[in-house]
């Protein structure tokens, strides 16, 4: 079966760090571009961050740069997402994506994990 | 920034309905437009990609149109699994943007 699942989700404090993972199967995961979107509570869809097929292209929106890390190993099937010094504006449910061909139009979405910023 | 602008918010509808929402881009993006259906506590769904084009297993009453500035998604008869928000989304420059959503709901 084709699918993306995400996991790592949590509660974390203002100012700590979370690891996000998606696991890909039933396709070749070295063949897609990858993204994650994130929705907050009540909010609409926000694109977060996206790698090319062999990692060598990543993109942020602005307010995530120097903050999250977006990576991938391909021969583990999984892309990833480094949260660091979280504020409760990144509390939301994070979405793995993946692309159709090399425009970043979303065809595959995994589940989504919650993140919960607070104290 | 590119900013994407549905309207409506929201609409009301009734089961066989045609429906149609728009979408505004505030530079021209060609085609490079994507539309998404997501129903509560659920991941969004892809519906339609460049603009037109029907992603696979998606119903044939979907159709989308439009180029540069101005798209619509329009639902020809509406059935009671399409209650949901939908989203439309830019590609054609970074940063990536959505629309804020249109919620259809039953009338």
């Known amino acids: 079966e084709v699918q993306l699942v995400e996991s790592g989700g949590g509660l974390v404090q203002p100012g700590g760090s979370l690891r996000l993972s998606c696991a890909a199967s039933?396709?070749?995961?070295?063949?897609?571009?990858m993204s994650w979107v994130r929705q907050g509570p009540g909010k609409g869809l926000e694109w977060v961050a996206n790698i090319k097929q062999d990692g060598s292209v990543k993109n942020y929106v602005d307010s995530v740069k120097g903050r999250f890390a977006i990576s991938r190993d391909n021969a583990k099937n999984s892309m990833y997402l480094q949260t660091n010094s979280l504020s409760a504006e990144d509390t939301a449910v994070y979405y793995c994506a993946r692309y159709k061909g090399n425009d970043a139009y979303v065809d595959l979405w995994g589940q989504g994990t919650l993140v919960t910023v607070s104290s | 920034d590119i900013q994407m602008t549905q309207s409506p918010s929201s609409l009301s509808a009734s089961v066989g309905d045609r429906v149609t929402i728009t979408c505004r881009a505030s530079?021209?993006?060609?085609?490079?437009l994507g539309w998404y259906q997501q129903k509560p506590e659920k991941a969004p769904k892809s519906l339609i990609y460049?603009?037109?084009s029907l992603q696979s297993g998606v119903p044939s009453r979907f159709s989308g149109s439009g180029s540069g500035t101005d798209f619509t998604l329009t639902i020809s008869s509406l059935q009671p699994e399409d209650f949901a928000t939908y989203y439309c989304?830019?590609?054609?420059?970074?940063?990536?943007?959505f629309g804020q959503g249109t919620r259809l709901e039953i009338k």
């Open positions: 039933g396709f070749t995961f070295s063949s897609y571009w």
């Open positions: 460049a603009a037109s």
């Open positions: 989304q830019q590609y054609n420059s970074y940063p990536i943007t």
């Open positions: 530079q021209g993006i060609s085609n490079e």
